[in-house]
């Protein structure tokens, strides 16, 4: 059984940081991408990040470039956001997702994950 846990999640003010932990279990960790997107409230659901596989490329959304960095320990079998310079508008519940599969173009479509975790929430106060 697939099982995806996000911790890390918190209150923090503007310019603060927060590092995501996203513990997975089930799956085959150097197999699967993983990937973070958030959720604002009445907003819909947008991909953040995607760790790769392997030697693939990361992708980011524009908005977070330079801010946010995505890792993965497989020996842990977890996946981190570290998440720095952080603004108001970062503010949403952050999920983590993955798929038997390397990011790709398509890494930013909800549809094309298959397993999701429950969501830690992320409050940037300004």
């Known amino acids: 059984q697939v099982q995806l846990t996000e911790s890390g999640g918190g209150l923090v003010q503007s310019g603060g940081s927060l590092r995501l932990s996203c513990e997975i279990s089930?799956?085959?960790?150097?197999?699967?991408?993983v990937a973070w997107f958030r959720q604002a409230p009445g907003q819909d659901r947008e991909a953040v990040s995607c760790s790769p596989r392997t030697i693939e490329l990361i992708r980011y959304r524009d908005s977070v470039k330079g801010r946010f960095t995505i890792s993965r320990d497989n020996s842990k079998r977890t996946v981190y956001l570290q998440m720095n310079s952080l603004k108001p508008e970062d503010t949403a519940v952050y999920y983590c997702?993955?798929?038997?599969?390397?990011?790709?173009?398509?890494?930013?479509?909800?549809?094309?994950?298959?397993?999701w975790g429950q969501g830690t929430q992320v409050t940037v106060s300004s």
């Open positions: 997702a993955t798929r038997r599969n390397s990011c790709g173009s398509n890494w930013y479509l909800r549809r094309v994950y298959d397993y």
């Open positions: 089930g799956i085959t960790m150097d197999a699967n991408s």
